[in-house]
């Protein structure tokens, strides 16, 4: 016998364990399809906890927090240890979050709208406010956020607007209209950029044209279609990342941006921030701590601390991007060219985006279909 | 008898190992890709098992098709460029002394140590807006050209990272070439274009086939490349993959698309070993 | 033998198009100045930056433990599978799926381990990808290994069978020796292409550390800076060091081998 019956049969054996596990997939949990609007239910927490047996980990945007949180949390929250692990984009910490069991992440930092995707998805824990005293910090307006009225689950860490960032020396007038940048005018071509994450790309043509940013009617969708498609032959390129570079550079000279990100204190002064008169979004950077975590106590107390004004004054002091809080607020000095003072009650003119949930996949198609053209 | 069991045995001991890793880690997973093409997307992501046929609906919808097309020409136009450059050089290269051989091919690879995302890199460099070519050009009073963020530049950062996998095939097949065939060809009054044509050509089909298949492969399915040197200007049909993992979370439509680009490979490859059988 | 001049043109045109890129990427990574693009006189700042890197630092430890896991693995695995897949059975099938993962799109396989990954509710880290790495990786080892059977001579196993000792003796004193140079190249290729990986690390890593090329990655995504052009220029003088050294060695073993 030159076979033996043993590798005869293992092409079988492969076949039946793949189509087992096939199976024990379709009978698995169908969750994740809840509408969004409940939220898990809350673990028993203690107040007491010693946080000593907690230690933390996190995942945030790179340089979003100080260099020696870890640190000073561990001094002053006396937790065993405190981990940061970073992602560069939203998308980054949802693949983290969702694509495993355990993450071994207790607090995460994601814009709003992803805040809200991951506790539809029943992976948040619920925010325990009787943990988090300085929640009092935050501006009033900061807690009806459509995203999450009433911050059931996530707490805002940073807030803004996205605008037209330009240079002040390369523009032959100011940018005023999201049309500015959609018809870029000669003088621009080829020197505008906008951004890629699907809900932003829709953004400025959706405001131009009068819809909301959430809207997930088929015809304004289409419409917004046309006059990205009719842009595209004018843009740089799309850019979520190093717009700010590319201004300083002066490859560009008008870009679609996150306020926070459009250099306008840069030396040299030449780079300004525009709110286009159609209107803009209110987006919002927040903190959620994982359903999954096991350090929960710790997690509330590390929110806590990072509310505290003067933890919290660091984002608007170093990083130029403003912070829900109205006691850190007040204590900043406002440096020259920065964005800070955009009041609280303008910025909630903006509409905040949210998770379409179904509807959602109508943008990727948008942001493909514009691409790929 | 004792022999048969001997060798059973043996199969086990040596085959077990191996199998297993690949069916828990490749063939397990692949299936689970399979089977999510007919399951459908979460509200919020993830995946809900309910059966139905809307992935491959939304499959042929002319944008994706059109993707699809425009990744194969891109993939082509590659691959094509690799072997114009490649074939001269593995041929030349195969002709030099034993010792310049090792060199000129230690050469071809080495940039190839460097790490993939660096030589990326070296091409923004190059290229953007004040670039290190449109700083050159500007000294002759050139206007800066538009050179990053288009489909050219996706093709140059391709067939750049790519271009060795078509040489090292190439040079294994130019080199085993028998050369009294080609002196037999030239004796024959055939001129070098003649010999080339007629002899190296037909002999080294093999070579060109198996480095094609080892650009083309990677280069379809590429999403770093497009994405920073194409800008996110052009989409190839790695980008709509992975935009569906991770910005989507679509997980059952992007295996629909994973499906595809294998559907796509396969074919190739079969006509692949097509055109080998009768070469 | 006559060759036309002619050909020298894309000869040399290839490897100026090799490294153009390259000898730039080294020339900037010596800029004073803070820019990638425009060169202000020499400096080794940015090697000192690079140093002074924690991120880099730590993702060239991660790389290095992810590319040692990995070899490991598919090396004794690549091995054991090429002696079985050559000797006990002839099945086109096993064959197949053994060089599948070399074949794969890196994307689909990677795709096929976050689903995989995330069904078990696995906790993803280091070794998630050092798994993922090991199943392409073994590929690669149990196709070179292959080779160097197939030019194997057989009689020594036949006669050591013949004289009673078992597979695993005749493995083990017989086979294994005569296949060590395969499995090194095999080895080395393995570690080779792990290191360089970027696709799967990517989608399999999670929140642990990432590997070099992520890092690199990222750090591209948020600009460019002549740090990662010293970070390329040494890279390369890694490898350089490494071929030259593999050369030599080579010699040594055949210099060796002629005695």
């Not at chain 2, 085959?15 to 689970?32: F, M, Q």
């Not at chain 2, 995302?117 to 700083?135: D, E, F, M, Q, T």
Request: hydrophobic share 50%.
């Amino acid at each position: 016998m030159s076979r033996s019956r043993f590798t005869r049969r293992l092409p079988a054996a492969v076949a039946v364990a793949g189509l087992a596990l096939a199976v024990a997939a379709c009978g698995g949990e169908s969750s994740s399809s809840s509408d969004g609007t409940t939220v898990a239910a809350a673990d028993q927490l203690k107040p007491d906890a010693d946080l000593s047996k907690q230690s933390l980990q996190i995942t945030v945007w790179d340089g979003y927090t100080p260099k020696e949180l870890p640190q000073r949390v561990k001094e002053k929250l006396k937790v065993q240890d405190m981990k940061v692990a970073l992602h560069a984009t939203n998308e980054e910490a949802m693949n983290k979050l969702t694509a495993q069991g355990d993450s071994g992440v207790d607090v995460a930092f994601v814009s709003g709208q992803y805040a809200q995707a991951l506790n539809a998805q029943g992976l948040l824990e619920p925010i325990h406010p009787e943990l988090i005293p300085n929640l009092a910090n935050l501006y009033p307006e900061a807690t009806q956020l459509s995203y999450d009225k009433g911050n059931k689950y996530s707490v805002p860490y940073t807030w803004g607007t996205t605008g037209i960032c330009y240079r002040t020396d390369l523009v032959k007038s100011k940018p005023t209209s999201w049309n500015d940048l959609l018809k870029p005018p000669a003088w621009a071509e080829k020197k505008v950029t906008m951004m890629t994450t699907e809900r932003w790309l829709a953004l400025p043509a959706l405001k131009s044209l009068g819809y909301s940013v959430n809207t997930d009617k088929d015809e304004e969708i289409t419409k917004a279609r046309e006059l990205l498609m009719a842009q595209k032959p004018h843009l740089l390129t799309y850019d979520d990342t190093t717009f700010g570079d590319k201004l300083v550079s002066g490859e560009a000279v008008m870009v679609e941006a996150w306020d926070g990100w459009c250099p306008t204190t840069d030396p040299k002064g030449n780079i300004a921030f525009a709110v286009p008169k159609e209107g803009s979004d209110l987006w919002v950077d927040t903190m959620v701590i994982m359903k999954s975590s096991k350090n929960k106590e710790a997690a509330h107390a590390l929110i806590n601390y990072i509310l505290d004004p003067a933890i919290h004054s660091w984002a608007a002091e170093n990083i130029n991007y403003k912070v829900p809080n109205k006691a850190a607020m007040e204590k900043v000095k406002i440096a020259k060219g920065s964005l800070l003072d955009i009041p609280p009650a303008r910025l909630l003119d903006g509409e905040s985006i949210i998770d379409l949930g179904a509807a959602s996949t109508k943008y990727t198609r948008l942001s493909a279909d514009v691409q790929a053209k | 008898m004792s022999r048969s069991r001997g060798r059973r045995l043996g199969a086990f001991v040596f085959l077990t190992p191996g199998l297993t890793y690949l069916v828990v880690l490749l063939l397990v997973p692949l299936a689970l890709v399979l089977s999510y093409t007919v399951f459908q997307r979460g509200r919020f992501g993830g995946v809900v098992y309910e059966f139905t046929a809307e992935n491959f609906e939304r499959l042929v919808d002319p944008l994706y098709l059109d993707v699809v097309i425009g990744s194969l020409k891109i993939a082509a136009v590659t691959t094509v460029i690799a072997l114009l450059a490649g074939y001269p050089t593995a041929y030349l290269i195969a002709q030099l002394p034993r010792k310049w051989k090792t060199i000129a091919l230690v050469a071809i690879v080495l940039p190839f140590w460097t790490n993939f995302i660096i030589r990326v890199y070296a091409w923004i460099i190059l290229l953007s807006g004040p670039g290190l070519v449109n700083s050159g050009l500007k000294v002759f009073g050139i206007e800066p050209l538009e050179l990053l963020y288009n489909e050219g530049a996706i093709v140059a950062g391709l067939v750049y990272s790519y271009l060795p996998l078509m040489v090292l095939p190439l040079f294994a097949a130019i080199e085993k070439l028998d050369p009294q065939l080609r002196e037999a060809s030239a004796n024959l009054g055939a001129s070098g274009l003649t010999t080339f044509r007629k002899v190296t050509l037909p002999l080294t089909v093999p070579g060109v086939l198996t480095g094609s298949l080892f650009v083309f492969v990677p280069s379809f399915g590429n999403f770093v490349i497009p994405e920073l040197l194409g800008g996110s200007k052009s989409l190839m049909v790695g980008n709509l993959i992975r935009q569906q993992f991770l910005s989507a979370r679509d997980w059952p439509f992007g295996s629909t698309l994973a499906l595809a680009l294998i559907a796509v490979l396969l074919v190739l490859l079969v006509a692949q070993a097509w055109v080998a059988r009768r070469a | 033998m006559r060759r036309s001049k002619l050909l020298y043109v894309p000869f040399w045109a290839t490897y100026v198009f090799l490294y153009a890129p390259i000898a730039v990427l080294v020339v900037m990574s010596f800029n004073a100045g803070e820019s990638a693009y425009t060169y202000e006189g020499f400096s080794l700042k940015w090697y000192g930056e690079l140093a002074g890197d924690d991120r880099i630092m730590n993702g060239v430890v991660n790389t290095l433990i992810v590319a040692v896991g990995s070899t490991v693995i598919a090396t004794v695995l690549g091995t054991l599978l090429a002696v079985g897949l050559a000797r006990y059975t002839r099945s086109k099938l096993l064959d197949a799926v053994s060089l599948m993962p070399a074949v794969l799109p890196d994307l689909v396989l990677a795709i096929g381990l976050l689903v995989f990954y995330g069904m078990i509710q696995l906790t993803l880290g280091l070794y998630s990808v050092i798994l993922a790495h090991g199943v392409f990786a073994m590929a690669f080892v149990a196709a070179v290994v292959r080779t160097r059977l197939s030019g194997a001579d057989t009689s020594l196993e036949e006669a050591s069978r013949d004289l009673g000792a078992g597979p695993v003796a005749t493995f083990m004193r017989i086979t294994l020796p005569q296949l060590a140079p395969g499995i090194v190249a095999g080895a080395l290729l393995a570690f080779t292409l792990s290191l360089d990986e970027f696709v799967i690390a990517f989608f399999t890593i999670g929140n642990a550390e990432p590997t070099l090329p992520i890092v690199i990655y990222s750090m591209i995504r948020f600009g460019v800076t002549p740090k990662i052009n010293a970070l390329a220029a040494i890279l390369l003088l890694v490898s350089f060091t490494a071929v030259i050294a593999g050369q030599r060695l080579t010699k040594i073993g055949e210099s060796r081998a002629q005695d």
